[in-house]
Nanobody, 123 residues
Framework: VQLQACGGGLVQSGGSLRLSCAAS???????IGWFRQPPGKEREFVAT???????DYADSVKGRFTISRDNAKSTVYLQMNSLKPEETAVYYC???????????????????WGQGTLVTVSS
């Protein structure tokens, strides 16, 4: 599975961006997750979506971010609204398959990672 994330950029506080993650290879049955890594901090979970559309979000983004997928285009989107300066980070998409006992909100669930796209939120 190969993943290509794009859509990052510079946005003002309170603004919106939509990230895209294009997947190739045998990805249709994979969970696709979004993670982010702020400067100098660890990578953290943002959102995830199953192949049949079940979603989960970090508490910090619930109500502001929406993850969706278009299986016909093998693409997953992350719509980010009301962005905050502290959400400046490199955003990564990742793909994983179900493994017993490993939550979809954890990094170790995901075996395949894209290269990341930088989101900068100015104050």
């Amino acid at each position: 599975v190969q993943l290509q994330a794009c859509g990052g950029g510079l946005v003002q506080s309170g603004g919106s961006l939509r990230l895209s993650c294009a997947a190739s290879g045998r990805s249709l049955r994979h969970h696709i997750g979004w993670f982010r890594q702020p400067p100098g901090k660890e990578r953290e979970f943002v959102a995830t979506i199953s192949w049949d559309g079940r979603t989960d979000y970090a508490d910090s983004v619930k109500g502001r971010f929406t993850i969706s997928r278009d299986n016909a285009k093998s693409t997953v989107y992350l719509q980010m609204n009301s962005l905050k300066p502290e959400e400046t980070a490199v955003y990564y998409c990742a793909a994983g398959v179900p493994r017993l006992g490993i939550p979809t909100t954890t990094l170790r669930y995901y075996a395949f990672w894209g290269q990341g796209t930088l989101v900068t939120v100015s104050s």
